[in-house]
């Protein structure tokens, strides 16, 4: 049987709210062999119902959260993603991370979300942190406009590595889909930072006692066939 992977959704203020989720993040799911089962916001005791039924978990990009979370003052550039989404993003990462044999795939706030839940901290602006970088993390009229392209580097001997090279193939380096104006700063002490740009900024990470929790910085799902690896990993360790 196909894997059932929970997908966490976007929240549109509307007036009407409105759920919301791009299709690469869904297709990337469904190529890989996974059905994705769409998550909105919902009471912690019904979350609880579904996460037991799901094989598997992808928290997807979006907005900023409260830098509140991980005791800093909110910088200018952080805009914030939807109260209701914030709230129901922590509860459903706290709860998919209780369960140790759940799979788990963090994609750019999805990464940060699980780095900030398990105690970690994030550099809330790249290009005031880092004003002489030249990795253009998102584009040049800022991280909402548009994807660039920046190279990335594995860290030998991670569980990230072994992903991208477990066909025998020799991959320590590749072009990523990047649209990020933060990232993680201090990794949480569960977590190792697994992949770096050329500037020095974390670009994934990974726990280090779990099988597969991993959060990459990048786009995976707009790039999906040099980031196969990835989604079939986490729908074949769901599987089983």
């Avoid at 119902?49 to 992808?58: A, E, K, T």
């Avoid at 839940?117 to 602006?125: A, E, H, K, S, W």
């Amino acid at each position: 049987m196909k894997p059932l992977i929970g997908i966490n959704l976007d929240v549109k203020q509307g007036p009407p709210q409105e759920a919301a989720i791009q299709m690469l993040y869904v297709e990337a799911i469904q190529k890989s062999g996974g059905i994705p089962i769409l998550l909105p916001p919902m009471e912690p005791a019904d979350l609880s119902q579904i996460i037991d039924r799901l094989d598997g978990i992808m928290l997807i990009g979006g907005a900023d959260y409260c830098p509140s979370l991980y005791k800093e003052e909110k910088h200018e550039s952080v805009e914030l993603c939807s109260p209701l989404r914030q709230s129901f993003d922590l509860e459903l990462a706290r709860q998919a991370l209780e369960r140790q044999d759940l799979p788990i795939l963090g994609i750019c706030l999805g990464s940060q979300l699980l780095n900030i839940n398990l105690g970690g901290t994030l550099v809330q602006d790249i290009k005031s942190h880092m004003p002489e970088s030249k990795v253009e993390h998102s584009t040049r009229d800022g991280w909402k406009n548009g994807f660039n392209v920046h190279r990335i580097k594995l860290v030998a001997g991670s569980k990230l590595y072994s992903v991208f090279n477990s066909n025998g193939k020799r991959v320590e380096e590749f072009d990523v889909p990047t649209s990020h104006h933060q990232s993680v700063k201090a990794a949480a002490p569960a977590m190792d930072v697994v992949a770096f740009a050329d500037d020095g900024i974390a670009e994934a990470v990974e726990m280090r006692d779990r099988e597969f929790v991993i959060g990459v910085q990048w786009h995976p799902e707009r790039d999906y066939i040099n980031n196969k690896p990835l989604f079939d990993t986490l729908c074949r360790v769901a599987a089983r």
